[in-house]
């Protein structure tokens, strides 16, 4: 099944890896992760459903004291004065540095992502919040992500890219109004690969949306897709985010790859669904997310959080940043805010 908002799917229908298929019919289901794997499954239903209220036991989630991180402390903080050496170099003007968190499920059989996305729905709503259940296939994500990846409609085509996170307003610097810029001009030049020449706008720059627990710079980016261009082209064009990477985009990859301890998965990537019957879309990018991953001896639920790095970063205030990202969603898997309404000191 999946859940998106107010929709929910089932009756699968079709699996593949193909994004061509997304062109074709039908109501599909989409979570591509970070290294480019995307699995596309298509639906026989499609009905409007409330997500529900937490039913007691349906989930159970890892302690609050069992997480472990990809980077710990030491680690990320010298990822980020490793960045700015890059940035000194000339080598890159953005990197986003990531570390994955994972803690063992304390009962796999009360491990339910849709159980999970209603505790989030009441603990951290989220405007592209989903599920997607495919445990034979090996994608069991929630989300609460923020952040809108693609948005289509006919031919029309919209990124929203977050860059820049604070407690509150007064916590934006002029850091952060920079990075966002410089993201946008990312975002702008990949739709700008498939998208008629002219026709790449910016309706919405460095506007303050506020989440629960924490304020977001965030700008759109609008297109209309060229003709002979559908999904395949785009996913080409715009993918793996432009926010969740940096700028260039090929150099921040590489440094990526050298600084983070393994794969990103779900996290980072783009989850959501296309109603190939009607030319609309909504895919998120893949922050605020959980998922399971079952292929080590027990099973692991797991999460991400990062930072965008620029020169003018504090490794320690971008640690922090990593941390408020985190700490409110990990206390809502770990039962800590349902229990309280806060999250844990």
């Known amino acids: 099944m999946a859940r998106f908002g107010g929709l929910v799917a089932s009756g699968l229908q079709d699996v593949t890896r193909d994004p061509a298929a997304l062109d074709s019919s039908g109501f599909w289901a989409v979570c591509a992760d970070f290294e480019g794997r995307p699995v596309c499954a298509r639906f026989a239903s499609v009905r409007r459903e409330p997500v529900p209220a937490p039913a007691p036991g349906a989930w159970r989630g890892p302690a609050a004291g069992e997480w472990t991180s990809s980077l710990d402390h030491d680690a990320y903080t010298a990822g980020v004065r490793r960045i700015r050496e890059h940035i000194a170099a000339g080598d ?49 994500v929630a989300t609460a992500s923020p952040e809108l990846f693609l948005r289509r409609d006919g031919r029309t085509v919209e990124s929203g890219p977050i860059k820049g996170t604070g407690r509150t307003e007064a916590d934006l610097l002029e850091k952060d109004h920079a990075e966002n810029v410089m993201i946008v001009d990312l975002v702008r030049n990949d739709l700008g690969r498939v998208c008629a020449t002219g026709s790449v706008s910016v309706p919405d720059l460095c506007v303050v949306e506020k ?29 793996p985010p432009g926010s969740v990477t940096g700028a260039p985009k090929s150099s921040a990859l590489r440094i990526i790859a050298e600084l983070e301890r393994g794969p990103r998965g779900p996290y980072c990537g783009a989850i959501g669904w296309v109603d190939a019957d009607r030319s609309t879309a909504s895919l998120a990018v893949g922050i605020r997310t959980f998922w399971i991953d079952r292929t080590g001896a027990a099973p692991l639920l797991c999460f991400g959080t990062g930072a965008g790095i620029t020169w003018g970063s504090d490794p320690e205030r971008e640690w922090d940043e990593t941390e408020l990202k985190a700490s409110r969603l990990l206390a809502v898997a770990s039962g800590v805010y349902e229990q309280t309404g806060r999250t844990a000191p």
């Open 92 to 140: 890159v003007y953005q990197a986003n540095l990531c570390r994955v968190l994972s803690a063992p499920l304390p009962g796999p059989g009360a491990a339910d992502v849709d159980a999970l996305t209603a505790l989030l729905a009441r603990g951290n709503p989220a405007p592209y919040a989903g599920t997607i259940r495919l445990p034979g296939h090996g994608i069991e």
């Open 211 to 239: 989440h629960p627990g924490l304020v977001h710079l965030v700008s759109s980016v609008r297109g209309r897709l060229a003709d002979g261009a559908g999904w395949p082209e785009l996913f080409a064009a715009a993918f």
